[in-house]
Nanobody, 125 residues
Framework: QLRLVESGGGLVQSGGSLRLSCAAS????????IGWFRQAPGKEREGVSC????????NTADSVKGRFTISRDNVKNTVYLKMNSLKAEDTAIYYC??????????????????WGQGTQVLVSS
């Protein structure tokens, strides 16, 4: 059974950093593109960043570009989201999601099949 588990969220001050992890079980990640999405209170879920199955292609939302970096370690079956220079508006529940895709990645929520339960990130100003 395909399962994704996020971790690494928490409370951090504005300007601080966090690294989120998305660990897969029940399948190997190396044939899946992985995306990070977030949902802030009262807002729609939005795409943050995605990475292709081989790790050669990434797409990142303009709102976090230059601050957030996505990476993957297919040996550890884990994808990471390093978040620097955090702002209060980054406060949200962060989800990772998987899409079986051989090349590239697109931050389209409907294209992702499997989702984790999310991890809360709270940035205090």
């Amino acid at each position: 059974q395909l399962r994704l588990v996020e971790s690494g969220g928490g409370l951090v001050q504005s300007g601080g950093s966090l690294r989120l992890s998305c660990a897969a079980s029940g399948f190997t990640l190396d044939t899946y593109a992985i995306g990070w999405f977030r949902q802030a209170p009262g807002k729609e879920r939005e795409g943050v960043s995605c990475i292709s199955s081989g790790g050669t292609t990434t797409n990142t939302a303009d709102s976090v570009k230059g601050r957030f970096t996505i990476s993957r370690d297919n040996v550890k079956n884990t994808v990471y989201l390093k978040m620097n220079s955090l702002k209060a508006e980054d406060t949200a529940i962060y989800y990772c999601a998987a899409q079986r895709r051989s090349r590239g990645c697109v931050l389209t929520e409907a294209d992702f099949d499997s989702w984790g339960q999310g991890t809360q990130v709270l940035v205090s100003s």
